[in-house]
């Protein structure tokens, strides 16, 4: 599943709150990390969280397999107008 979204949060508040989420609250490990992108897993399942800054707002695509549910509740948590 791909969910691609706009927020008005800046990227690294999406970053932060993508740790919270997913490792915080579904206890999900992170798998690797860069300046623009974080992944994460678990027996669950399996999620990569990238983000553009894109002038007045973010670009946020997301791709996961096992926790779709939770990955739209995460761009709920970041106020994304999910695009598509």
Known sequence: ?????????????????AMKYFVGTLQMGVVSQN??????????????????????????????EGVEGEVREFMNMVGASIEG
């Open 1 to 17: 599943m791909v969910v691609e979204g706009r927020s008005d949060l800046a990227e690294a508040e999406i970053f932060e709150r």
């Open 35 to 64: 300046a623009r992108a974080i992944s994460f897993e678990s027996n669950q399942g399996v999620v990569n969280v990238t983000v553009d800054d894109d002038g007045p707002d973010s670009v946020i695509q997301v791709l996961a």
